[in-house]
């Protein structure tokens, strides 16, 4: 078999990274990407079966990133439950750089806008060509750093190959739905995910409208690369893979969550059960499993009429609920 269709180590690999120079100024990247790409990095979260050389059962979850600044990534997926999750083999994380995808001299990405305007807007090319490349190869394949821009596999711009259609391929951009609890529910059920980051202004709208399968946005302001809402999205993710968080049930007892039907969550305490003359309640100190319940049921109930009363419209609500809402000032807009 070829080496480069071969599955490479699947902890999250760096692809080629290079410097990933910003051009928002139109200033040529070229100058300073390397010739030679530097070796590819594992990171210490690799898990311990892969170092030995075991062959590894399939993740139940792969992303594949598709970014420029590869680097960006690796202090927050070596971390605590990213990490763990990667080294129980339940997460894995390919990254990939999408400047390892060009083959002109310069490895340009980006280029001016059609019709004038400031700022520069990244190329469709070297986004198919990388996107193309890895999801039509098994999931935990990577460009080997010494292929990058050289021997990169073959690939007809003309002709777009089949892509698996039960991986959602996802462009990142504020113009997307927004991404929230039930979305990352949704993505959870997926067991292969392609994120690409935009830079710049922006990506050429045929990656859109040709590659993309979805947009997702992480809220109603503009950051400066997709990067950090691909590391919200892993995050929100995997930790609503089973098995991830050490206690199953708590993911689905957080805000927004299905366990909180709708609701935010309430106060939470640990020790000490006084602390700078604010006592923990008494009742959750009673031991009584039945009143903490219900307490704790009324300050999520409380919480969110207080904070978010929209929520409230679509929460799960029982007579019981309605009944203390109403106590509280708060009626549906619609009967129930
Ligand atoms: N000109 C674009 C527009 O008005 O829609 C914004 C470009 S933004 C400066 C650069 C990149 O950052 C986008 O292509 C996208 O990948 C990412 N990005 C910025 N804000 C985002 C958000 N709220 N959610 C998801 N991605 C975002």
């Given at each position: 078999?070829?080496?480069?269709?071969?599955?490479q180590n699947p902890s999250l690999n760096l692809a080629p990274?290079?410097?990933?120079?910003?051009?928002?100024?139109?200033?040529?990247?070229?100058?300073?990407?390397?010739?030679?790409?530097?070796?590819?990095t594992s990171l210490d979260a690799a898990p311990k079966s892969?170092?030995?050389?075991?062959?590894?059962?399939?993740?139940?979850?792969?992303?594949?990133?598709?970014?420029?600044?590869?680097?960006?990534?690796?202090?927050?997926?070596?971390?605590?439950?990213?990490?763990?999750?990667?080294?129980?083999?339940?997460?894995?994380?390919?990254?990939?750089?999408?400047?390892?995808?060009?083959?002109?001299?310069?490895?340009?990405?980006?280029?001016?806008?059609?019709?004038?305007?400031?700022?520069?807007?990244?190329?469709?090319?070297?986004?198919?060509?990388?996107?193309?490349?890895?999801?039509?190869?098994?999931?935990?394949?990577?460009?080997?750093?010494?292929?990058?821009?050289?021997?990169?596999?073959?690939?007809?711009?003309?002709?777009?190959?089949?892509?698996?259609?039960?991986?959602?391929?996802?462009?990142?951009?504020?113009?997307?739905?927004?991404?929230?609890?039930?979305?990352?529910?949704?993505?959870?059920?997926?067991?292969?995910?392609?994120?690409?980051?935009?830079?710049?202004?922006?990506?050429?709208?045929?990656?859109?409208?040709?590659?993309?399968?979805?947009?997702?946005?992480?809220?109603?302001?503009?950051?400066?690369?997709?990067?950090?809402?691909?590391?919200?999205?892993?995050?929100?993710?995997?930790?609503?893979?089973?098995?991830?968080?050490?206690?199953?049930?708590?993911?689905?007892?957080?805000?927004?969550?299905?366990?909180?039907?709708?609701?935010?969550?309430?106060?939470?305490?640990?020790?000490?059960?006084?602390?700078?003359?604010?006592?923990?309640?008494?009742?959750?100190?009673?031991?009584?499993?039945?009143?903490?319940?219900?307490?704790?049921?009324?300050?999520?109930?409380?919480?969110?009429?207080?904070?978010?009363?929209?929520?409230?419209?679509?929460?799960?609500?029982?007579?019981?609920?309605?009944?203390?809402?109403?106590?509280?000032?708060?009626?549906?807009?619609?009967?129930?």
């Open positions: 078999m070829d080496r480069r269709h071969q599955p990274e290079g410097p990933s120079p910003e051009s928002e100024q139109g200033q040529p990247v070229s100058a300073r990407v390397p010739e030679d790409a530097p070796a590819q892969m170092e030995e050389g075991h062959r590894e059962e399939p993740p139940r979850l792969h992303f594949d990133i598709f970014t420029l600044f590869p680097g960006m990534f690796q202090g927050p997926f070596s971390e605590s439950i990213i990490k763990r999750a990667q080294e129980k083999g339940l997460l894995r994380i390919g990254i990939h750089n999408i400047r390892a995808y060009t083959t002109d001299k310069h490895h340009i990405c980006d280029d001016t806008p059609y019709g004038g305007g400031g700022g520069m807007i990244m190329k469709p090319e070297p986004i198919f060509r990388a996107v193309e490349t890895v999801l039509t190869r098994p999931p935990g394949w990577v460009l080997p750093p010494e292929d990058a821009f050289h021997h990169l596999p073959p690939w007809d711009p003309e002709q777009p190959p089949t892509l698996p259609s039960d991986v959602p391929i996802i462009l990142l951009t504020p113009q997307g739905r927004l991404f929230t609890q039930a979305v990352a529910e949704e993505l959870s059920r997926y067991h292969r995910i392609a994120l690409i980051c935009g830079r710049y202004e922006g990506v050429d709208e045929r990656v859109r409208t040709r590659l993309a399968t979805d947009e997702i946005s992480i809220g109603d302001y503009v950051l400066s690369g997709g990067e950090l809402p691909a590391m919200v999205i892993v995050d929100a993710v995997t930790r609503l893979l089973p098995g991830v968080l050490g206690y199953e049930l708590s993911a689905h007892q957080d805000s927004h969550s299905p366990g909180m039907d709708g609701l935010l969550e309430g106060p939470q305490y640990t020790r000490p059960a006084v602390f700078r003359g604010e006592a923990v309640p008494e009742i959750l100190r009673s031991g009584h499993h039945g009143k903490v319940a219900r307490w704790r049921r009324e300050q999520a109930l409380l919480r969110t009429l207080e904070r978010r009363p929209d929520l409230l419209e679509k929460a799960r609500l029982t007579q019981e609920d309605l009944r203390f809402l109403a106590e509280h000032g708060w009626r549906p807009s619609r009967p129930r």
